[in-house]
């Protein structure tokens, strides 16, 4: 919703404030286990998980997955992840394996070199942007 120029004199300047608004601030945010959520009077969310631990799967991919702190109208959602810690990331690519209203999965697919260890974690965080309404 774009917002609307309130000029001197306008005989609806007050429902036009009151749209512009509405549809440009925060109406709901909070936090829980899963992360935390911000909700826009337009429709829009933002949800953030401060940690999630991709573990390995096999020698050349990494895989985790998790809920959202508040649930998506649908599955049209933007995920990026951002890896914040790991002794060495080898060269590679996340790839979102599903998504839909309340979580996602995601794979850290190694393009360079094979994960060497029996064990080994990549720490990310991680945005979603979708709409709540």
């Known amino acids: 919703m774009a917002l609307t120029d309130i000029t001197k004199g ?7 404030i009151d749209g512009n608004f ?16 911000i909700r826009f009077g337009d429709g829009t969310q933002i949800c953030t998980i ?17 809920h959202f702190p508040a649930a998506f109208k649908d599955s ?13 990331v080898p060269i590679g690519r996340f790839i979102q394996q599903s998504v839909d ?9 190694n393009i360079s070199s094979p994960f060497t260890g029996p064990t080994y974690t990549l720490k990310i965080k991680l945005v979603a942007i979708g709409r709540w309404k």
Do not use: R
């Open 10 to 16: 306008m005989s609806n300047a007050s429902e036009a």
């Open 76 to 88: 049209t959602i933007i995920i990026n992840p951002i890896v914040v810690e790991s002794s060495t």
């Open 22 to 37: 509405k549809s440009a601030t925060i109406v709901e945010s909070g936090s829980n286990e899963n992360g935390s959520y």
């Open 101 to 109: 209203e309340v979580g996602f999965s995601l794979w850290y697919e």
């Open 50 to 66: 401060n940690e999630m631990v991709l573990n390995k799967l096999s020698s050349y991919t990494l895989a985790g997955g998790g």
